[in-house]
Each structure stands twice: as C-alpha cells, then as structure tokens.
C-alpha cells in the first residue's frame, strides 16, 4: 500500500486531519480483541485506494528543539513517503517556518499537497493564494475541524499515488519477513538460513522501491525474504526513532505470506513487539513467533514452558502462532524453522470441502447449542462456505448476524481450526443474513 505523510510545523492541525482522514474510510466491522494501535500510524481509504496514513507530528523524537523536530519529521515522510500532505494554517498565513520546510520538501521530488488548514467558511480563501508561492504543489482549502475539503484533497492525493507495483515470484514462492525491534538478530537469522544447508541462494537479489529482497530455494521449494530495509540501512534517524521502524515494518509485512516475528529471548517482550505482530495478525498474514539467542538464557527443564506461557499470556489474539526456539548464533535449532515456515504456509492457503465444513459446523453446534438473545430469538447456522484462502475466510449465513456474538464466532473458529488444523494462520468468519 503506498503512503501518505502528513507534514507541518506544530500546531497547523495536522492530527485532526488524520483522524478525518482515518474516519473517511469505509470500516470493516470486527472484533480485533487484544490489538494495540498505534494512533500515528493507520489504514485509510479513498475511492478504492486502500494506504497507509501517517501522522509525522506524533513521531517523538528525543528533545531536538522544535523546528530540529520539525525537519526531521520532514525527512522521515520524503523518505518513506509515497505522497506528502503539507500542511499550513491559513488564519496565520505563511511562516518562515512553513518555507523551511517547504525547502526540504522542494528538494525530494515527492508528490506534494498543501493542505491550508483552518478556512472554516469562504470567505477566508484569498488568504489561499500567498501558499501557492511556496512552489511545492497544489493547494486545497481545508477544515479539518468542520472536515471541509478532505474529499478534494484525498482524490488529488491518491491520484499521485504510484501504480501498483507486482512483483516477479511465482504463485508458490514462500513471501517471509522476520520483524521485530532493533538487536533481536533479524539479520542474523536471515543469515543463517541462507547459510543452511541445501539452501541455494539466488545471485540476482530482487530490488523494489522499497526493500531488497532475497530469494532462495531449498528442497525445490522457493522463498523470498523481504528484507525490512531497517536491517541493512542504518542510519541515526532511523535509530532515533523506534516509533518510525513500525512503518517499514508494515511495508514489509504487506507484501509478506508468512511473518516470523523475533523475539529477543535475553530481554522479553515489550509492548513495540505486540504492536508489530498485531499488525501482521490484522493484515492476516501467516505468523510464526521466533525467540531467537535461546543459547544465551540460563535453562532448566522448565524455562522453556514457562517463556511460552509469557508469550501466549502478551499475545492473546495469536493464540494460532507456533513458537519456535532457536539460536542463529549457534544454529540450535534452526532445522525447524524452514518446516515450520512451509506448514503455517500450507495452512494460510488450504481450502476444505464444503461438505466437510458444514459437518464440522453441524457437530460444534450440537456440542454446544447456539446463542439466544435477550428476547430469546436462536442464532440459526443454515449454511458456511469458505470463500477465500490466505487467510482462510469462512462465510458463515444465518438469520441474523448480530446474534452471532463474538464468543460463539470464536468457538466456530476454534473448531474450524481443530478439524482442519490451521496452523499459524488466522482465520477469518464473517456473517451473512439468509436471503
Ligand atoms: P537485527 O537488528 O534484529 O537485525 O539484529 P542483528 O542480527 O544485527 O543482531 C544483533 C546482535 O545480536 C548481534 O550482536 C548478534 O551477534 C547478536 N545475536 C544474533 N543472534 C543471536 C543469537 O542467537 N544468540 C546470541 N547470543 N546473540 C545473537
């Protein structure tokens, strides 16, 4: 998905339109317990554009002074935006701030919209004219408070966004990504695979935009890992901001099948490795969790329980995903993680027979009877098919939806799970009315 940055001294609204923006978009009704958000960082949609939308303002970045602040938020949106929302306040006009950072925006060659913020009614719009002499792109009067003019500048915003770029694999070329904060040994856990072996490591590396990714083939089944680009591109702006690896993160994890989220096994979890796999879990992607440095912890006969016990305890909501243990410093272990990487992959693409779905239904509601609501009405199962695969999608028809609550959904999905074993895939169950 590309990417929209929003752009702006403090203060100009920008925060206010995001949420507009992120309030725009057509929401798909789910319950997602346990999932963290990150407010900076959403989806968002507009005319069939499906982005990514990000708010650079709340990007904490130690204690620059402000306009320091300002200039690298700049920055970090050229680099990693698609299309950036500059954003001014049209009650004050035209600062020397704004031109400073319309200078850095100058300079990027990204796609620009100004967003003059704050013209509540129309009588404000000649004020409009002074910010076209900044030179960076077409501007659009807005309110987000009254959320006047998003409409417009949203069309003009996706209409510079890049065509979709397809990638070259093949249908069954394994797409994986290792994700997880700074140190936890990604790169030297893509390391080791590539130097296991029978593992043939393609010498053209494919290259998009965004990421180098590298392809692989081991017993005649070909992979690619999507390098985060975090991995091999350093730098201090990056370093600085922990928040901001959440985005190449999300890129990654986009163009992923299979996600191994990596855990430092020395340090625990922290709420930022929640955040990530969150996101891997809400994009639907398969997961697969890695406490990676298993050599360097103290073990007795129950250590390895009781991690797992921390794991599933942080990570509700991927009660799905396998762990494995290993260490890429030592290789212990990592002859099962290839395996492991292909059967949650198995998982995230299996399609079952319709007959044997609605059997299993049948049974799960026969051991455990339907809900009733307050006035006593039944949930009626009449008829569940699958409707799509990675993930699993199950379309569920009934007499009424809203009585399918979501502790008796989790029930089907358990059973579902159970009968077919999916593993390390979620699986998606949505409710239709009969017709
Ligand atoms: P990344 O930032 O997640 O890509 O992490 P790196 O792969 O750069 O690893 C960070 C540090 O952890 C390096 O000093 C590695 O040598 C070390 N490291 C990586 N994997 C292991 C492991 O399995 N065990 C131990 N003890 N150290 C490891």
């Known amino acids: 998905k590309p990417v929209l940055a929003i752009v702006g001294r403090p203060n100009v609204g920008k925060s206010t339109i995001f949420n507009r923006i992120v309030g725009e978009r057509v929401a798909i009704v789910e319950d997602k317990p346990g999932v963290t958000r990150d407010r900076i960082y959403s989806s968002g949609e507009w005319l069939e554009h499906e982005f990514y939308i990000i708010d650079t303002g709340g990007i904490e970045i130690g204690d620059e002074p402000l306009f320091e602040q300002v200039r690298i938020q700049a920055e970090l949106a050229i680099e990693e935006a698609d299309v950036i929302c500059f954003v001014v306040n049209g009650r004050e006009g035209l600062t020397a701030a704004d031109e400073e950072v319309s200078q850095i925006l100058q300079r990027s060659r990204k796609p620009v919209v100004v967003a003059v913020n704050k013209m509540d009614d129309h009588s404000m719009h000649e004020k409009l004219y002074e910010f076209y002499s900044l030179g960076v792109g077409e501007v659009y009067p807005i309110s987000g408070s009254h959320g006047l003019g998003i409409g417009d500048l949203l069309d003009h915003a996706v209409e510079s966004f890049p065509k979709v770029e397809e990638d070259a694999y093949g249908e069954d070329t394994i797409r994986m990504s290792l994700i997880g904060r700074p140190n936890v040994g990604k790169s030297s856990l893509v390391n080791a695979i590539l130097g296991e072996e029978r ?237």
């Open 199 to 435: 593992v043939i490591v393609s010498s053209i590396p494919g290259t998009t935009r965004d990421a180098i990714d590298t392809p692989f083939t081991k017993d005649d089944q070909e992979y690619v890992v999507i390098d985060t680009a975090g991995m091999r591109k350093r730098g201090k702006v990056y370093e600085s901001t922990e928040k901001y690896s959440v985005l190449r993160a999300l890129k990654a994890i986009e163009r992923s099948d299979v996600v191994l989220v990596v855990i430092n096994a020395e340090e625990g979890i922290i709420e930022q490795d929640k955040k990530i796999a969150g996101y891997a879990h809400e994009a639907g992607r398969a997961i697969l969790i890695v406490v990676n440095k298993w050599d360097a912890v103290e073990k007795d006969d129950k250590t390895m329980r009781e991690f797992e016990q921390k794991i599933r305890d942080h990570f509700l909501f991927l009660d799905y995903a396998p762990i494995i243990f290993l260490s890429a410093l030592t290789k212990r272990r990592l002859q099962h993680l290839l395996p492991a990487v292909n059967q949650v992959s198995e998982s995230h693409n299996l399609r079952v027979q319709t007959h044997v779905l609605n059997d299993v239904i049948v049974d799960a509601v026969t051991m455990n009877p339907t809900p009733t609501d307050h006035g006593g009405r039944r949930l009626r199962i009449n008829y569940s098919t699958q409707v799509s695969v990675a993930p699993p999608t199950f379309i569920i028809f009934v007499n009424d939806p809203e009585l399918l609550h979501f502790s008796y959904k989790r029930y089907l999905e358990n059973k579902i799970r159970e009968a077919f074993n999916f593993v390390g895939t979620p699986i998606h169950i949505i409710a239709r009315k009969k017709s």
